[in-house]
């Protein structure tokens, strides 16, 4: 496999993240792939949920983690880029709006992935100033990244 610099940026959601934590080998082999080409980063709401599964794995009664695997975790967790913007919490609620049914971490992710790919097309529409809306229509920017789960 040729290595070569990532190309662009893929927001990772809680469960995927919380199993590459946990070094689970599937997860670990995609994620792996995944880096060659793409920057992993997380939303806000990722961060907070991950830090909350810290703190219940490390107390659990069964199979809890050590403190120096919570640590060595919390230091490689706090690592990431972590996206946000105020409009996201709008798109958040609206997704919420849509789909009462999607979990609150998961609306704040969808808020932050679909607001950061509207600043992309809004970029390259400024880039190439004689695009027309029609132009883009088609376009997908956003891709939904899940391995498989076994």
């Known amino acids: 496999m040729t290595v070569s610099s990532p190309t662009s940026f893929v927001l990772v959601d809680t469960g995927v993240m919380s199993r590459f934590f946990l070094k689970k080998p599937q997860i670990v082999k995609a994620y792996t ?3 060659v080409t793409a920057v992993p980063v997380i939303s806000a709401s990722v961060y907070i949920e991950l830090m909350r599964w810290l703190v219940n794995i490390r ?10 695997e919570f640590d060595a975790i919390r230091k490689q967790l706090d690592k990431y880029v972590q996206l946000n913007h105020g409009d996201c919490i709008e798109l958040a609620v609206e997704t919420c709006r849509l789909y009462p049914d999607t979990g609150l971490g998961d609306c704040f992710t969808i808020g932050v992935g679909l607001f950061l790919t509207y600043l992309f097309l809004r970029s390259i529409r400024s880039t190439l100033n004689a695009c027309q809306e029609s132009d883009f229509i ?3 920017t956003l891709t939904f990244w899940k391995p498989i789960n076994r």
């Open 33 to 35: 792939e995944l880096v």
């Open 59 to 68: 107390g659990r009664a069964i199979d809890p983690i050590t403190k120096s």
């Open 138 to 140: 088609g376009l997908t």
